[in-house]
Nanobody, 122 residues
Framework: QVQLVESGGGLVQTGGSLRLSCAAS????????MGWYRQAPGNQRDLVTT???????NYADSVKGRFTISRDNAKNTVYLQMNSLKPEDTAVYYC????????????????WGQGTQVTVSS
């Protein structure tokens, strides 16, 4: 079965940096796109950034210039480099991937990681 495992969250001070990782594993034919979302307490889950298999990226306006998404296709892993962190970046960050399972590669299914807490102290 396909699963996404996230790591890299933690507590940092304002202006600090963190790097999140999300590794997809299981019976995977291909990964078409991966991305990061975040959800603060009491808020909706919002898009942070995405990257396609071809390398196209997009970012929420709130993180442009500070966050960078990258992808290692050979490792089925996506990263989120977060710099110049602000208290408003505090949230649970969720990895997402659009995956074609190996046993049903004509389909495109959305998978979510377990979430990792990012806390930025002021």
């Amino acid at each position: 079965q396909v699963q996404l495992v996230e790591s890299g969250g933690g507590l940092v001070q304002t202006g600090g940096s963190l790097r999140l990782s999300c590794a997809a594993s299981g019976s995977i034919f291909s990964i078409d796109a991966m991305g990061w979302y975040r959800q603060a307490p009491g808020n909706q889950r919002d898009l942070v950034t995405t990257i396609t298999n071809g390398g196209s990226t997009n970012y929420a306006d709130s993180v442009k210039g500070r966050f960078t998404i990258s992808r290692d296709n050979a490792k089925n892993t996506v990263y989120l480099q977060m710099n110049s962190l602000k208290p408003e970046d505090t949230a649970v960050y969720y990895c997402n991937a659009i995956i074609r399972p190996a046993d049903w590669y004509s389909s495109r299914l959305s998978y979510w990681g377990q979430g990792t807490q990012v806390t930025v102290s002021s």
